[in-house]
Every structure is written in structure tokens, then in C-alpha cells.
């Protein structure tokens, strides 16, 4: 049996809980019984975790490998990362200091700026690409 006292309103209250059988409690309050039939609570299904034995495998990113030089100046990418925008194309006339690529790394986006004034004679990555740090993306001639 647990007893309780309460306070409503003013006056106090002993209360004594006796006995549950199902959804019946049998309480007595200030020396007087009651029968207090309660909700019966929803069941609740838990379903077990499962979890795989073994861990599943990594993706492996795709990483373009640097690009052999020829002579011409490439714009390389100064970390690695994952490219998410080409800003110029095949042809396109540059300035040093434009922006021709944004590269996301470390969760952050980075611009990539041309390194010279010249013409855009090709792309070496395509959006979504891995690189690697040294990996020539654009190549301006």
C-alpha cells in the first residue's frame, strides 16, 4: 500500500492506494474506500533495432587524376574537394581574378579564380568530379 497526502483547495486529503486488479483501484481517501476503475493504456508495440552485423562499405569518390601537363597554364585546385559549379567554358575569354569554378571543401565553398588574363582551351572536370590538390581543373592559354 502506498499513502499520499494532498492539498486541494485548502483541505488535505489522505489517500491510500490499495490493490490494482486490471483497471480497479482499490483507494481509500480520508478513511473512506473507493473503487477507481483507470484507462486502460494502448498497447505499445516495440519493434527490436536490427542492426547489420557488419558495417556497410564507404562509397569510394571518383577522383580524376591530375591531368599531364602540356605546357600551358593550368589552374590548379588548392585542395581537395568536389566541384560544384563550372562557371566559364571551352572558349571563353578570362581575366585574372574572375571566378571559373566553385569547389566545395571542408563544407565550405571556395571560388577558384583564373591566374591570368587568356582563353579557356579546356576543362579537365565536370560538376560533381572529386579532385585531388595540384589537379589542373581549367587549362588558360
Not at 489522505?14 to 484507462?39: F, L, Q, R, S, W
Not at 577522383?63 to 559549379?85: E, M, N, Q, R
Amino acid at each position: 500500500m502506498k499513502e499520499y497526502k494532498y492539498k486541494i483547495n485548502g483541505n488535505t486529503y489522505k489517500v491510500t492506494i490499495g490493490d490494482i486488479d486490471e483497471n480497479i483501484a482499490h483507494v481509500e481517501v480520508n478513511g473512506t474506500p473507493y473503487k477507481v476503475e483507470m484507462e486502460k493504456a494502448p498497447k505499445v508495440v516495440v519493434k527490436p533495432v536490427t542492426r547489420p552485423t557488419t558495417p556497410a562499405p564507404a562509397p569510394t569518390p571518383v577522383v580524376k587524376p591530375a591531368a599531364p601537363s602540356t605546357g600551358k597554364s593550368g589552374v590548379k585546385s588548392p585542395l581537395p574537394g568536389v566541384i560544384l559549379d563550372i562557371k566559364v567554358n571551352v572558349g571563353d575569354t578570362v581575366k585574372k581574378g574572375q571566378t571559373i569554378i566553385i569547389l566545395e571543401a571542408m563544407k565550405m565553398e571556395n571560388n577558384i579564380n583564373a591566374d591570368k588574363d587568356g582563353k579557356i582551351t579546356a576543362i579537365n572536370v565536370s560538376k560533381g568530379d572529386s579532385v585531388l590538390e595540384g589537379n589542373d581543373l581549367v587549362i588558360i592559354e
